[in-house]
């Protein structure tokens, strides 16, 4: 496959502006992921429902991450793979990883875009493993 086909199948993400030097405390875990609706990097995490019986049911969420200034999206390894500024592959699809941050309001937050349309976006300060 070439440089340009490679380019041509990777998912958009969204990104901050600028680098940021303050960090919002929330913590979310869940697996880097592509939204096959908008073919846009994203967090699908499993959130908590109450049924009417008291039940607590799991359902899948795809979570808009506004990535840290500077991070993008390349093949790494034949994967695709989140780089950070640094040019260091942060991720794969499909990794589990936990996002420091927290989630605010798109049109409060200054990213370049929502790549999902989503309303709310969770600004990242930080990747780590589990």
Same mark, same amino acid.
């Given at each position: 496959m070439?440089?340009s086909?490679?380019?041509a199948?990777?998912?958009g993400?969204t990104?901050?502006?600028?680098?940021?030097?303050?960090?919002?405390?929330?913590?979310?875990t869940g697996?880097?992921?592509?939204?096959p #609706? @908008?073919?846009?990097?994203?967090?699908?995490?499993?959130?908590g429902h $109450?049924d009417?019986l =008291?039940?607590?049911?799991?359902? %899948?969420t795809?979570?808009?991450?506004?990535w840290p200034?500077?991070?993008t999206v390349a093949?790494?390894d034949n994967?695709?793979a989140?780089i950070? #500024? @640094?040019?260091?592959?942060?991720?794969?699809?499909?990794?589990e990883? $936990?996002?420091?941050? =927290?989630s605010?309001a798109?049109? %409060?937050?200054?990213?370049?875009s929502?790549?999902t349309g989503?309303d709310?976006v969770f600004?990242?300060?930080?990747?780590s493993h589990?």
């Amino acid at each position: 496959m070439t440089e340009s086909q490679d380019d041509a199948r990777l998912p958009g993400l969204t990104v901050q502006r600028t680098v940021s030097y303050w960090h919002m405390q929330a913590q979310l875990t869940g697996t880097l992921d592509v939204d096959p #609706a @908008t073919n846009c990097l994203v967090l699908r995490t499993p959130f908590g429902h $109450i049924d009417e019986l =008291g039940g607590i049911t799991f359902i %899948d969420t795809l979570i808009d991450v506004a990535w840290p200034f500077g991070w993008t999206v390349a093949v790494h390894d034949n994967r695709t793979a989140l780089i950070d #500024a @640094t040019g260091q592959t942060a991720a794969h699809l499909g990794d589990e990883i $936990i996002l420091g941050g =927290g989630s605010v309001a798109t049109t %409060d937050a200054d990213v370049t875009s929502s790549c999902t349309g989503q309303d709310s976006v969770f600004v990242a300060s930080e990747l780590s493993h589990p």
